[in-house]
Nanobody, 125 residues
Framework: QVQLVESGGGLVQAGGSLRLSCAASGRTFSSYVMGWFRQAPGQEREFVAT????????DYADFVKGRFTISRDNGKDTVYLQMNSLKPEDTAVYYCAASTKVVFTTQRRALYDYWGQGTQVTVSS
């Protein structure tokens, strides 16, 4: 079992930046593939980024490539999402998630076992 707590959300103007953090507690953090997802009002939760257990492999949704960067610090049991050049359409609740089912990375929401409570990101135009 692992508990995930996101932080770092807030209100930012278009073109600005935010860094989200997700702190994990419980089982060994380095044994999890980690991911970030987001959900806007009235929409399904969608994949944003994922990172392998060691951090050596990452994958991104097309709409964030070149703007967002996922990273992890296994010594601090934390995964990060650096978000630059934010757009109003990035407004959503952002969730981190942990997977025990895969070895490298995955975009598939169903393969993530554990989820945080989410943090709100609002981008004003």
């Amino acid at each position: 079992q692992v508990q995930l707590v996101e932080s770092g959300g807030g209100l930012v103007q278009a073109g600005g930046s935010l860094r989200l953090s997700c702190a994990a507690s419980g089982r060994t953090f380095s044994s999890y593939v980690m991911g970030w997802f987001r959900q806007a009002p009235g929409q399904e939760r969608e994949f944003v980024a994922t990172i392998s257990r060691t951090g050596g492999s990452t994958d991104y949704a097309d709409f964030v490539k070149g703007r967002f960067t996922i990273s992890r610090d296994n010594g601090k049991d934390t995964v990060y999402l650096q978000m630059n050049s934010l757009k109003p359409e990035d407004t959503a609740v952002y969730y981190c998630a942990a997977s025990t089912k895969v070895v490298f990375t995955t975009q598939r929401r169903a393969l993530y076992d554990y989820w945080g409570q989410g943090t709100q990101v609002t981008v004003s135009s």
